[in-house]
């Protein structure tokens, strides 16, 4: 088992960067289906109602992404949860824990607001530690979430079709916990309105002192992150054009992968898997596994009686957590494309 994955190690390190993240589950949330480019290493989260493209190293969102709507953000909304967990679908040594923000002084800052959701299930996903930043408290209660959250919720009741949001953090301003999730900076949200063609950014410190300042574009935003959201402002010749990034093939990426869930054997979600190696778009498959050793067996046999690809059993047990209720019975085929 070791030796698995040491390989597997290996084969993370040999990828070369990637300037893109799939979403293969969730492009729908991305304008014009569009995922942004970033030289962050990163994986690629799906959720109900938002999309996260979480940093490894960090332990914290490079963004989450959002569609908004009137329809949206109108009529009856869920209650709030409050019952944040640790994100089961990350490895443990990339995972932001419950301990790490425990008497940290900060708070946990959605990234995709929790005001956003409009069922309970997007409501609970909301509280994903994934999802989170180590907020200046008053930041993150106060001018955050009165002068940019609200604000931004507001517009999109207002006008008629989607709006698009970004919300993200950079730079270091120390770690929190054992864990050492980093503390950021910045944190921004940029606000996109296909129907005029526009977008502004936010941008504020993360301290409990910070000021509201004039929102800025998104040209200076892609500065300022160096990340480039492909935006269709670019057509526009109005615009300038975005920033340039360079990509370092000497870096590597651990992204470019995507989750099957199974909570019981499901012949459409293996086949269709198949159907993918078959057609060369993947270039491994880790099971991960609990407790139910039997369906994770069940799943590595289909795969490998039907393909020539050696697929990775691994058990993966979380903690017991008096906090976090965990599907101890469900089986994860981690499926990284080419």
């Not at 999309?51 to 992404?65: F, G, L, N, R, W």
């Not at 008497?103 to 909301?126: I, T």
């Not at 500065?223 to 300038?240: A, R």
């Amino acid at each position: 088992m070791k030796s698995f994955r040491k390989l597997l190690l290996l084969v993370l390190l040999l990828t070369p960067l990637s300037a893109f993240a799939l979403f293969d589950e969730c492009k729908d949330l991305f304008p014009g289906q569009q995922t942004p480019s970033s030289l962050q290493l990163g994986r690629d989260l799906c959720f109900d109602g938002f999309a996260i493209y979480y940093s490894p190293q960090d332990k914290k969102p490079i963004y989450a992404v959002e569609k908004l709507t009137r329809e949206s953000l109108t009529g009856q909304r869920p209650r709030r949860s409050n019952q944040f967990y640790e994100e089961a679908r990350l490895p443990f040594a990339e995972r932001a824990q419950l301990s790490d923000y425990r008497g940290s002084g900060f708070d946990r800052g959605h990234n995709a607001p929790a005001g956003d959701m409009n069922n309970d299930r997007s409501m609970a996903q909301s509280f994903s530690l994934a999802n989170m930043m180590p907020q200046a408290r008053q930041n993150n209660q106060g001018i955050w979430a009165k002068n940019v959250e609200e604000p931004t919720r507001q517009y999109a009741k207002r006008v008629s079709g989607d709006i698009f949001v970004y919300t993200g953090s950079v730079g270091n301003a120390g770690s929190i916990g054992r864990g050492r999730v980093t503390i950021p900076s910045h944190i921004y949200k940029l606000v996109y309105d296909p129907a005029k063609n526009s977008a502004w950014a936010y941008w504020l410190e993360n301290t409990n002192e910070a000021k509201m300042t004039p929102p800025i574009s998104y040209q200076e935003l892609m500065q300022k992150t160096g990340i480039d959201f492909h935006l269709p402002l670019e057509k526009n010749p109005s615009v300038s054009k975005p920033v340039k990034m360079q990509v370092d093939p000497q870096k590597s990426s651990v992204g470019a992968w995507y989750p099957i869930f199974f909570d019981e054997y499901s012949p459409a979600k293996i086949n269709g898997l198949i159907t993918q190696i078959k057609e060369g778009r993947v270039a491994s498959v880790q099971i991960q596994y609990d407790r139910n050793l039997g369906l994770a067996q069940k799943v590595v046999s289909q795969i490998q009686s039907q393909t020539s690809l050696l697929a990775m059993l691994i058990q993966s047990s979380p903690p017991d957590s008096t906090d976090v209720q965990y599907e101890r019975d469900r089986v994860i085929a981690i499926v990284r494309l080419k």
